[in-house]
């Protein structure tokens, strides 16, 4: 099955507490040369975490657009992983292995595919 592992990083305005220094760049490679070699990823990316454009249509069909991350919010997404494995709890295990979860929050999510439902 895929899963999409949704890295959350903590936004700069939270102030929930967590580490320090966020993972480092060796840390993402050592994850990144892991899933490759077990043949699990499908993708992946980091996102920038400074820039960012909400679009929401109105009932009346009014586009409403609004540049820039949300300051309310507590976390923001700063990368993904798509991987191809057997089961959730395998993807658990590998969102465990993610840097990211150590300096903020990796959400797992099943990936919809029409044949099935």
């Not at 939270?14 to 993972?23: D, K, M, N, Q, Y």
């Not at 494995?85 to 993610?98: K, Q, S």
Request: aromatic share 6%; hydrophobic share 40%.
């Amino acid at each position: 099955m895929k899963y999409l592992l949704l890295i959350n990083t903590p936004s700069p305005e939270s102030t929930e507490e967590r580490p320090a220094e966020g993972p480092t760049v060796e840390e993402y490679l050592a994850f990144e040369k892991a899933v490759t070699d077990a043949g699990v990823k499908l993708g992946s990316e980091a996102l920038d975490i400074s820039t960012a454009t909400t679009v929401r249509v109105r009932a009346n069909g009014e586009r409403v657009v609004t540049d820039g991350p949300f300051a309310e919010t507590r976390e923001i997404v700063g990368g993904y992983y798509l991987i191809d494995v057997p089961d959730l709890d395998a993807a658990l295990d590998w969102a465990a292995r993610c840097p990211g979860a150590r300096h903020g929050t990796v959400e797992v999510r099943t990936v919809w595919e029409p044949d099935q439902a």
